[in-house]
Structure formats: C-alpha cells, structure tokens
C-alpha cells in the first residue's frame, strides 16, 4: 500500500507515521511538509515541499492508493475564525482536486468530535463543511471524528489543564464541570487510524475516544492526582467570556482561547466505542494509565 501524507510532522501525524512504518503492508509514505527535515531514516519515506492549500498544483508519479489529510489549524484558538476556516476549508478542497488529478480513489479525513456541539466555531464549521464536500466529491471517504487527543509531547488541550494545577493550584472551568469529556491517547487514536487505513474501510464517519467517559471536573481532579496535588476548581459563566471573545473573533483578532473551547468544555463529547473495539480488538489504557505511560504522574 502506498499513502500520502499532509500533516505527517504534526502531533498526530508524526504518531501515525510511526504507525505506518513498522506496517509491513505499507510499501511507501509521501509526506507534504513546509520542513526541510523529518525525524526518520526510514526507506519508506519521501519527503515533498509545498503548502496544502496548492496541494491540487502537485502531481505524484506514482499509484497511490489512499490519501491521508491529517493537517488542520486554529483548534486552540491562536488562529483567527477566517483564516481557521480558509485554511483547513480550503486545504479539504484542495485534497480533493489532488485526489482526482492523480488517480486516487480513497481520501481519508480527521474531523473532531467537536462538529457534534450545539454551537459550532470556525474550527468546526471548516470540518463540518469538510466532511460535506469530501462525502459529496465522488471518491471513497473515512472520515475520523476523534475527541480531545492528548499525550507525549502535547503543548495544549489538556497540557494546560496540567499547567495551571502545578503552576496555580486551581483550573478555571467554564460552566457547572458537569459535561462529558472523553479525551483520547495519541497512541491509541493514530492505532485506530492505522487499522482502518490498512482494512480499506470507506464509506464511513467512525468517532474515537478514550478508554474513560468522565466529567470535566472528574478529568481535571484525576489529573491532580495523578500528579499527586490537590485542585480547586474554579467555576465561571461561561456567557461573559463568550460575548466579549465573540466580539474578538467577529474582528478576526486571535487570541489563545476561542468561544468553541468554552462550547466545548460546556457540552456532552462522549461517544460510543463498543462496536470499534469489536471490530478493532484494540485494547485502550485508562486514561490514569496512559498519564502515567507519559511520565506525568508523580509519586
């Protein structure tokens, strides 16, 4: 099997190429990437040079059989709505026409869990949306919704939560805390990826989460003992920090939190896994487990 790449050197990617490489079914990897240097010798790889957006401008001598959009922007907030929208909208269409204009049949596409919120921001508008043109362009589609992805050496999402325990003592948490999370290991996530990519799936929207379904003040009090420190929890309204952020992004002025983050934390993200584990056999760690895997326990 030969698969194309975008977002290979990001978080997720980079686990998921990792993935690939050790898959004996996998004959090559192309990876599209503004860096001049990835982290493998591997034989399997070849690296290509250019921007996602321009990706309909490249052509591949070669027959693949999948392409891979693991590449997205703007989720935690440090991107404005339009570009957010422009880049990861944009770069979807831009797949597809790569797709059609060297023969490849299958694209496979990360989404978010976050296309399921009541109240959608730009980031998950531009995957709602995504999803739309990839479902109606012709080819054979997976579309993956994976919840909040963490672990190794993620600098967001719930490293923050980690951050303010250690650094403050307490975590602010928008809304009552009483709202299902159910975070994801990378590992575990680009596993599913690997298997579903290897097996031909299509056809097919598969969500993805985490061993555990639990509140978000269950997941920021679990965090604090595993890092063996006490939190408080902090609870504001979340409508005073939305109506001045709406303000913000209505200027398409960036800033490190974003009115979809504050949806997200105040809204139901669980997801049922049973019919994955079924069909996989992938075993997931508990998330006290895989915090513990990362090093970030303490005794």
């Given at each position: 099997?030969?698969?194309?790449?975008?977002?290979?050197?990001?978080?997720?990617?980079?686990?998921?190429?990792?993935?690939f490489?050790?898959?004996p079914?996998?004959?090559?990897?192309?990876?599209?990437t503004?860096?001049?240097?990835?982290?493998?010798?591997?034989?399997?790889?070849?690296?290509?040079q250019?921007?996602?957006?321009?990706?309909?401008e490249?052509s591949?001598?070669?027959?693949?059989?999948?392409?891979?959009?693991?590449?997205?922007?703007?989720?935690?907030?440090?991107?404005?709505?339009?570009?957010?929208?422009?880049?990861?909208?944009?770069?979807?269409?831009?797949?597809?026409?790569?797709?059609?204009?060297?023969?490849?049949?299958?694209?496979?596409?990360t989404?978010?869990?976050?296309?399921?919120?009541?109240k959608?921001?730009?980031?998950?508008?531009?995957?709602?949306?995504s999803?739309?043109?990839?479902?109606?362009?012709?080819?054979?589609y997976?579309?993956?919704r994976?919840?909040?992805?963490?672990g190794?050496?993620?600098?967001?999402?719930l490293?923050?939560?980690?951050?303010?325990?250690?650094?403050?003592?307490?975590?602010?948490?928008?809304?009552?805390?009483?709202?299902?999370?159910?975070?994801?290991?990378?590992?575990?996530?680009?596993?599913?990826i690997?298997y579903?990519?290897?097996?031909?799936?299509?056809g097919?929207?598969?969500?993805l989460?985490?061993?555990?379904?639990?509140?978000?003040?269950?997941?920021c009090?679990?965090?604090?003992?595993?890092?063996?420190?006490?939190?408080?929890?902090?609870?504001?309204?979340?409508?005073?920090?939305?109506?001045?952020?709406?303000?913000?992004?209505s200027?398409?002025?960036?800033?490190?939190?974003?009115?979809?983050?504050i949806y997200?934390?105040?809204?139901d993200?669980?997801?049922?896994?049973?019919?994955?584990?079924?069909?996989?056999?992938?075993t997931?760690k508990?998330?006290?487990?895989?915090?513990?895997?990362?090093?970030?326990?303490?005794?």
């Open positions: 099997m030969k698969l194309f790449i975008t977002g290979g050197t990001g978080f997720l990617g980079s686990v998921c190429v990792e993935k490489i050790k898959s079914e996998v004959e090559k990897i192309y990876i599209l503004h860096k001049s240097q990835i982290n493998s010798s591997s034989p399997k790889i070849e690296i290509l250019g921007d996602i957006r321009n990706l309909h490249i591949i001598a070669d027959n693949i059989d999948s392409c891979i959009v693991l590449a997205s922007a703007g989720v935690h907030g440090k991107t404005s709505e339009k570009l957010t929208y422009s880049i990861n909208y944009n770069a979807t269409e831009s797949a597809i026409k790569f797709c059609k204009r060297n023969n490849i049949n299958r694209i496979i596409f989404s978010s869990i976050n296309v399921n919120l009541p959608l921001g730009a980031y998950a508008r531009s995957k709602l949306d999803e739309k043109i990839i479902r109606e362009s012709g080819l054979n997976l579309i993956f994976p919840s909040l992805i963490y190794r050496k993620c600098k967001f999402g490293y923050m939560i980690e951050k303010f325990i250690r650094k403050f003592g307490f975590v602010p948490v928008f809304g009552d805390g009483k709202k299902l999370e159910q975070p994801i290991h990378v590992d575990e996530c680009a596993e599913y690997n579903y990519t290897l097996n031909n799936s299509s097919r929207i598969i969500e989460g985490g061993f555990d379904a639990m509140t978000y003040n269950d997941l009090e679990k965090i604090a003992s595993c890092m063996n420190k006490r939190v408080k929890l902090l609870h504001v309204p979340a409508w005073p920090f939305l109506s001045v952020l709406k303000i913000f992004e200027l398409n002025i960036s800033l490190p939190i974003s009115s979809e983050q997200h934390v105040d809204s993200l669980s997801c049922n896994m049973q019919e994955i584990y079924q069909e996989t056999g992938i997931q508990s998330f006290i487990e895989n915090f513990s895997r990362d090093g970030i326990c303490e005794s």
